[in-house]
């Protein structure tokens, strides 16, 4: 009877863990958040931005029904995905451009490259604009809504002119910020996609208004009174990993991602969709 009771408890205990990583890695958080900023144009007061992070190949449901049906509920006038949308390690690009075709059929999409794209030599570009996104490398667009206009920035993940041209990665971002910003005025609302938050500092140096980075995984195992454990590029313990940080006047927004990498797991930490309303005062 014991050894029955025991292994009885065992598989409950086995079935409940099962069943809480499966929730910590499927069930999909939207946070909404509103910036506000008296240089928006007027025109731009109440317009919403998805922001899609580090999918890192993940599927959500069949032809990523789970992840669209999210999506599609916020009602946005832009979707923005800013990097590692596939995983070096397992490649995932059949359910990343099953999610990117379903977008740009519903919304303008924007891309910029995390360091899984280029570390698989970005071969996924061409097949990204096939489709109809927009992919920003170190350049910039004007968004227009209702006659008005804001300027959209994005720039390449530093590992493209660390591995092309040896600079170091903060040489690399000041690099890739100049080349996106030479066309824009200063008097326009800047929104700049960067994949790596660490670089905050660099961003500030440039008098970004915005700007929308992934990269950390929300520092995949979020304990209480920390950032997480771990995050790439700041490693054990990291400062910046999910939510809202202000330097000097740009503001900075992280997003914990959707997908996994390196470590198969989040912990207190579920997938994240970001979704932003821009107000003005």
């Known amino acids: 009877m014991r050894k029955r009771t025991r292994w009885l408890v065992s598989l409950g205990v086995l079935a409940l863990g099962s069943w809480f990583l499966y ?3 499927n069930v999909i958080d939207v946070s909404r958040m509103t910036v506000t900023s008296n240089r928006l144009p007027e025109a731009f007061d109440g317009y919403r931005v998805v922001q899609v992070a580090d999918l890192h190949g993940k599927a959500f449901g069949n032809e990523q029904e789970r992840l669209l049906n999210k999506i599609d509920r916020e009602k946005p006038d832009l979707v923005v995905m800013t990097g590692d949308l596939i995983d070096s390690r397992r490649n995932g690009e059949e359910a990343a451009l099953t ?9 303008p999409v924007y891309f910029v490259t995390g360091n899984h794209e280029v570390r698989l030599n970005l071969t996924i570009l061409p097949k990204l604009e096939q489709l109809g996104v927009t992919v920003l490398r170190n350049e910039s667009r004007v968004i227009e809504y209702q006659g008005q206009s804001i300027s959209l920035l994005g720039i390449d993940d530093p590992t493209t002119t660390r591995w092309r041209e040896g600079l170091s990665e903060p ?8 080349q996106a910003l030479q066309d824009v005025s200063p008097d326009a609302f800047q929104l700049l996609l960067a994949h790596r938050p660490e670089y905050k500092s660099l961003y500030a140096e440039r008098s970004i208004d915005l700007v929308l980075s992934g990269h950390a995984h929300g ?3 979020r304990l209480p009174f920390t950032e997480g454990l771990y995050a790439p ?7 910046v990993t999910a939510g809202r940080y202000q330097e000097q006047q740009t503001e900075l927004i992280v997003s914990r991602g959707l997908g996994n990498s390196l ?5 207190f930490n579920h997938p994240e969709l970001v979704v932003l309303t821009l107000k003005r005062p």
């Open 171 to 178: 040489d690399g971002i000041r690099q890739s910020l100049d």
């Open 23 to 25: 929730r910590e890695n």
């Open 233 to 239: 590029g700041q490693g054990f313990f990291p400062a």
């Open 219 to 221: 520092g995949q195992i």
């Open 99 to 107: 999610l990117m075709k379903a977008l740009v059929d519903r919304y």
């Open 263 to 267: 470590f198969p797991f989040r912990l």
